[in-house]
């Protein structure tokens, strides 16, 4: 159990860091940093979607000859 609790106050800890950091970019008026951030995850799933795929037509490819 003593693991655990080290575990969540180590990501809790974090997670205030991100916070505060969010907060300091918005007090900025920078919201760029969130923007680019999600831009980039949908990017990133777009691909790992289109990969998938890729695989699958192989797969199936493959599965024929």
């Given at each position: ?29 920078s ?35």
């Amino acid at each position: 159990g003593d693991n655990m609790d080290r575990q969540q106050q180590q990501a809790s800890k974090t997670n205030a860091q991100q916070v505060r950091k969010q907060n300091a970019a918005s007090a900025q008026g920078s919201s760029f940093d969130t923007e680019f951030a999600s831009e980039t995850d949908v990017q990133e799933v777009r691909q790992q979607n289109a990969q998938s795929q890729a695989r699958k037509q192989q797969n199936s490819s493959q599965q024929q000859q």
